[in-house]
């Protein structure tokens, strides 16, 4: 492979965070040479015990054909193992579109440049707005001070102080009638607390309307179903959309030029959800028709389809079975993971709270009585008082 080793052609440049690899002039033309480099890469990058943004150089390299389908699989186990981004850069025209046409299959960036000045830079944003999304990731997301909700003479929320952090799974769980609804609908505007505040995004606020909350990033489901029974599974998903819909009445119902595109643009977004909720077969069937456990996933799919910042659900596996329980789990913990989409959930399966959820409130009775981790919650006396009526 030229007059260089392969372990002269990786260099790591600890200031910027990055692992170079230089496949300059070199000829990959079967699947043995593309195994041994990246062996090498991979011994290299197992022995840092850390992750790297990769620059990869491709000046006068050239990849035959038999060799690309190895030399791709083995780039992105690289990445997906080790990586925190890469740049390339020197690409040949018939190299570039060859790497393009694999990233579009595979779903992740090509990230292509043509000067190691302008791939430095863009490995600078990369770093950038890790550390940016590291710094929001810390700060308080939503926190809840000193919130009271009454009712007449029926106190439903006491006093009750919480923060949620940006990017995690929490939950709220409580005996019925603990207040665990109110304290959701306090959080989207449907109710407006007496006392307190809660700061959003770093925003006190007393009280929002419904449709300030939606605007903001918060979206949410209900405890009982509330889809529109006759309508298609696509078009509940489609009036999730509603707020993104910029056109006016007037160029909806002509149809035409904007109001096409941005129909078809809306329709593509509700098909990923769709597919991401594996509800293909039943996109055109009217929710009415649909079991009980597939309402619930379509309720699910319609609060996504707003693209959420902030997902609240309220009991989303009320009434399943272990089976839908189980998806419906695996579909939680995909949209916090895929979409980075904050998530505070109510649930009375303990099983599932404690498997999915990073941080827990309790509530009892208006109050909040505990807080913390799922494992001290569940070893905390008075957590298991409310719930069983004794401290053994």
Not at 53 to 65: E, M, N, P, R, S
Not at 221 to 226: E, K, L, P, S, V
Not at 254 to 278: P, T
Request: contains cysteine.
């Amino acid at each position: 492979m030229n007059e260089r080793t392969i372990a002269e052609r990786i260099t790591f440049h600890d200031a910027i965070e990055t692992m170079e690899v230089d496949f300059s002039h070199l000829t990959m033309a079967d699947t043995v040479q593309v195994d041994a480099f990246y062996d090498e890469v991979e011994n290299r990058l197992a022995d840092t015990g850390r992750r790297w943004y990769f620059l990869v150089v491709y000046t006068d390299c050239v990849i035959q054909a038999q060799a690309w389908e190895r030399f791709a699989e083995r780039g992105k186990g690289a990445n997906v193992a080790h990586g925190l981004g890469t740049v390339r850069v020197g690409a040949t025209s018939q190299t570039r579109d060859a790497i393009r046409e694999h990233a579009g299959r595979a779903s992740f960036r090509a990230n292509i440049y043509d000067t190691r000045e302008q791939a430095i830079v863009a490995l600078g944003e990369m770093r950038k707005r890790r550390r940016d999304a590291q710094t929001a990731a810390e700060e308080t997301f939503l926190r809840v001070e000193n919130v009271s909700l009454r009712f007449g003479g029926v106190k439903a929320i006491t006093e009750i102080s919480f923060e949620i952090k940006r990017g995690e799974i929490s939950a709220i769980i409580g005996p019925n009638g603990a207040g665990k609804s109110s304290m959701l609908n306090v959080i989207n505007g449907v109710y407006r607390p007496q006392e307190g505040t809660v700061t959003y995004l770093g925003h006190p606020r007393h009280q929002m309307e419904t449709h300030e909350a939606a605007a903001q990033g918060i979206a949410r489901t209900f405890q009982n179903i509330a889809l529109f029974k006759g309508m298609s599974v696509l078009d509940n998903l489609m009036t999730g959309r509603n707020l993104k819909m910029k056109c006016n009445f007037l160029q909806q119902a002509l149809y035409w030029g904007s109001a096409q595109r941005e129909e078809l643009a809306h329709r593509k977004k509700v098909e990923e959800i769709i597919d991401f909720l594996e509800i293909e077969h039943i996109r055109k069937t009217p929710v009415g028709r649909l079991p009980y456990g597939l309402q619930k996933r379509v309720e699910l799919g319609r609060a996504l389809a707003a693209e959420p910042i902030l997902l609240l659900l309220d009991e989303p596996m009320a009434g399943m079975n272990v089976e839908e329980k189980q998806d419906m789990c695996r579909f939680i913990l995909d949209v916090n993971d895929q979409f980075g989409t904050t998530i505070l959930l109510i649930e009375h399966d303990m099983g599932v709270v404690m498997d999915i959820s990073d941080f827990v409130v309790v509530l009892d009775h208006g109050q909040k009585i505990a807080e913390g981790t799922p494992n001290e919650v569940r070893t905390d006396p008075v957590v298991i008082r409310a719930y069983l009526g004794t401290t053994h």
